[in-house]
């Protein structure tokens, strides 16, 4: 018997396996998980857009087309901060080059294909197609002190976790810089032109990001980089956001959290750890196989002593998979032996996704999960999901028509 049935059957619990539901994960010759990295094939790249690039390379290329370096400027303030692409809205522009501009530097990346709304507005996903056909969501979500933003950074992923939908058909190929961007830039105009909630709201705008939506993150580690770096830059660079704002997750890629510790951008860091133990992580995350947990927690670790920002480790609960008391005891000695005050555990009850039989845990359960963590002193809170009704919360973006 493993060590994790023994124990579950000690609690008086079953101990669930992480199989995947409703359709077939891709294994290897070795007979584990697949893993993709990189696109399996090699991909057209979207078209170069003028969020790509520095301020300084904008006005390189403008200077190619003809024109004065200082349009950059002009043509970054009407996309970074009046988020618009429209030439007729660009007056400052020649009249008769505006339209040549906007179609060079402007390239159409994102197309809006459905918007699902719940929470009485307050919460949209979109869909939205890309230059290549793909599809990707982004997820809008009004909270009473803040707007956030949950984005995506691949279109599908290659980390093959069996409980998340985004990953049920692989990894097509990475988002690019202006991409991602494009997804914060667009949110920002719903909410300037009413759309979140049904007022308008010019002076309004996204104000925190979760790099949670599709993709494994880090895998893009480049794109996701420059895109972050644009995003804290001021305007006209960029859109002149806080690096406390913007969240990047990770399944434990662990040289990527290690380069992230040097990268000089304070960003808030979360570790997607959903099981303290190997046994079970192995199974639940594929790229556990790689990256054990124990080393998977030392980057994270490293993380907070290189940048002095606390670390949230996301804690998805499963019934009868990865809840059992004995687990929140064991993930409270692992975070505690590294030290105190330098982490959070965030637990989300699971939420499914189509096909498959598990479900998030019971109440007394998740309440009990969080009592052992707390009484360990290990600062915890439940996870408030939005999206549900709308397959938008974490796990259940799938990029569907």
Known sequence: MRISESRAKAEGRAQVRPTAEGWKQAMGDDGRPQLQFTAKKRVSQPPVHLADLTLAERADKLKEMGLPGFRAKQLSVHYFQHYTTDPELMSDLPKDRRAEIAEVMFPTLLTEVKRLATDDGKTIKFLWRLFDGSLV???????????????????????????????????????????????????????????????????????????????????????????????????PEGLGMSARGITVSTVGLVPAINKLSEEGVPVTFALSLHAPDDELRDEMIPVNSRWKVDEALDAAFNYYVKTGRRVSIEYALIKDMNDHGWRADLLARKLNARGRGWVHVN????????????TASEPDVTAEFIDRLESAGVPTTLRDTRGKEIDGACGQLAAAE
């Open 137 to 235: 969501e982004s997820v809008l979500m009004r909270y009473s002190n803040r707007i956030t933003l949950c984005i995506s950074s691949q279109c599908g992923c290659g980390m093959n976790c069996p409980f998340c939908a985004t990953g049920q058909a692989g990894l097509t190929r990475n988002m690019s810089t202006a991409e991602i961007l494009d997804q914060i830039v667009q949110a920002n105009r719903v909410i300037a032109e009413g759309g979140l909630g049904g007022q308008k709201h010019p002076e309004e705008r996204v104000g925190n990001i979760v790099f949670m939506g599709m993709g494994e993150p880090l895998a893009n580690y480049k794109r996701v980089m420059n895109a972050v770096h644009r995003m804290v830059a001021d305007v």
């Open 347 to 358: 637990p989300i009850p699971l939420n499914p996704t189509p096909g498959s039989v598990w």
